[in-house]
């Protein structure tokens, strides 16, 4: 296992780090003057726009996608330290076209849309031209178990017809969001459980697409994104507009969700890095009773705590995406499990801490470390709970020790 870069990754990593710290930390403040005092908080600021083309005239877009004619043609693995450089600013990744739920979005449709489909949402999605959203979590069910879904997806001769209510639905309340994948139910009386769902490709403006509220999270807007719960009240679309086909949205579920929790983790080992260079500045700076903070050995325990959870998090996370790249997503299933439990919780313990350090500040729109933290917090729940995951990685576990005959020689 050799986790050193080529020096094509190693020269993107440079030139990723030298934009975010020349281009994209200097505005983390007008950032948030600016989505504090907009009139319209799910429009963007202007300068993401000067900062998109900045980034696509380097060749620091579409990172994400493995496919060298659409994006960057890099494994797993190579895009792990661009990830983790993204992650150290929240907002970040849609400068380089490399965002949740877009990403994801785009793999999806990648992997899964027909010529046409492509032509009609991926092209647009692939030069940042639209927003999308991806609607799956809902209010009314337990949808940590994708089987509970309700939401309804009816054939009605050339049409679907949809009719639930989402929430979560990240991106959901851009100004241009123009698609949201829907996930429901075409045959909800389907003997094999988890041949029920569908997928289907929803423009927002459809007649009956209703955005119900804007859901915060710790009071965090999230905004220009926003998590939006929509009610679809008799929405119909072509019936074209399905992805792969009837009963496949679990399968499409499924392949798009283990890339999509990798890079939530390769993002979160950059905020927390992010929270640990941040700690290491304050203690340099900051006295209490006659003696610098970084004198005191409670805060260099923290520290080395801190340095040790980032470097187990990220070497785990090197691990599972390169078991991804030589095996898939689906025989990787173990790692990617172990990573989504280990990643957000190290990320949010080690932010934690450096709020602590902190103080009072810690907390405030002062310093990016309270919305990091949001971050993390939101992530132990998104693309599946943390008991989820524990309880299918040791029900994996198990039965890998029963097939070797349950014995340990």
């Given at each position: ?33 600016h ?32 496919d ?24 970040a ?9 877009d ?32 609607a ?10 994708a ?20 929430w979560?639905t ?8 123009e ?199 939101q ?31």
């Open positions: 296992m050799n986790f050193d870069y080529s020096d094509r990754v190693k020269s993107l990593a440079a030139q990723l780090e030298e934009f975010m710290t020349t281009q994209v930390l200097p505005l983390e403040t007008e950032f948030d003057r989505m504090a005092s907009t009139e319209n908080p799910w429009r963007a600021p202007a300068f993401f726009d000067a900062l998109k083309e900045r980034a696509r005239s380097e060749g620091l877009w579409n990172l994400f996608l493995k060298p004619e659409q994006g960057a043609g890099l494994s797993n693995l190579e895009y792990a330290p661009l990830a983790e450089i993204m992650g150290r600013v929240w907002w990744p849609e400068i380089f076209n490399c965002n949740a739920p990403a994801g979005n785009i793999e999806t449709l990648v992997a899964y849309a027909d010529s046409e489909q492509k032509a009609r949402w991926l092209t647009p999605l692939l030069n940042g031209e639209i927003r999308s959203g991806f799956m979590t809902e209010p009314d069910v337990a949808s940590s178990d089987t509970n879904i309700q939401c309804s997806i009816r054939r009605d001769g050339d049409e679907y017809v949809i009719d639930g209510r989402k979560y990240t991106g959901g309340m851009r100004e241009n969001c698609l949201l994948i829907v996930m429901g139910k075409t045959d909800p009386d389907h003997a094999d459980r988890h041949r029920q769902q569908s997928m289907i490709l929803v423009p927002r403006d459809t007649a009956g697409v209703h955005v119900v509220r804007h859901l915060t999270t710790f009071g965090y807007d999230d905004a220009p994104w926003g998590e939006a719960e929509i009610e679809f009240d008799g929405v119909r679309v072509p019936a074209a507009n399905l992805l792969l086909g009837e009963g496949r949205g679990f399968e499409i579920a499924q392949g798009r969700l283990g890339p999509g929790r990798i890079h939530h983790c390769m993002r979160l080992v950059g905020a927390a890095q992010r929270a640990l260079e941040l700690m290491l500045e304050r203690v340099e700076n900051r006295s209490t009773f006659g003696r610098k903070l970084s004198e005191h050995q409670s805060v260099r325990e923290d520290i080395a705590q801190s340095f040790c959870d980032i470097e187990q998090a990220r070497l785990l996370t090197l691990k599972a995406a390169w078991k991804m790249d030589r095996e898939g997503a689906k025989a990787s299933r173990d790692l990617i499990a172990a990573i989504k439990i280990v990643a957000p919780r190290m990320a949010q313990t080690v932010i934690d801490r450096a709020i602590q350090v902190h103080g009072g500040a810690g907390l405030t729109q002062d310093l990016p470390l309270a919305a990091l933290f949001n971050y993390a917090r992530i132990r729940l998104a693309d599946g709970p943390d008991q989820v995951h524990m309880m299918a990685l040791g029900r994996q576990l198990v039965r890998e020790f029963h097939d070797r005959g349950g014995t340990t020689g």
